[in-house]
Nanobody
Framework: QVVESGGGLVQPGGSLRLSCTASATVFRIKIMGWHRQAPGKQSEPIAVYTNSGGTNFAAAVKGRFTISRDNAKNTVYLQMNNLKPEDAANYFC???????????WGQGTQVTVSS
């Protein structure tokens, strides 16, 4: 499984760092990136690793969000800067079980951006 943390309430212009930690090593679970879903909207990928190891960001967050990983902890971080009210959503990570080839989703962590 994967577990997200780090969400909370932040004022516009503020920052948060989210974490996604897998329950097994990188040899078993590969964390692929972050998605988010706002109320009444479909989920959208916002920061994902490509198969070649690069990263893709949604246009709405490019230049404000960065993604990084700690393979020793099998944790992927999402650093979110200059947050806007429209960034409010449930943020969750997606991973793949490399043995079963099954996608894994976490429960998510809620981000609220409000003054």
């Amino acid at each position: 499984q994967v577990v997200e943390s780090g969400g909370g309430l932040v004022q516009p212009g503020g920052s948060l760092r989210l974490s996604c930690t897998a329950s097994a090593t990188v040899f078993r679970i590969k964390i692929m990136g972050w998605h988010r879903q706002a109320p009444g909207k479909q989920s959208e990928p916002i920061a994902v690793y490509t198969n070649s190891g690069g990263t893709n960001f949604a246009a709405a967050v490019k230049g404000r969000f960065t993604i990084s990983r700690d393979n020793a902890k099998n944790t992927v971080y999402l650093q979110m800067n200059n947050l806007k009210p429209e960034d409010a959503a449930n943020y969750f990570c997606i991973a793949r079980d490399l043995r079963t080839n099954r996608d894994l989703w976490g429960q998510g962590t809620q981000v609220t951006v409000s003054s």
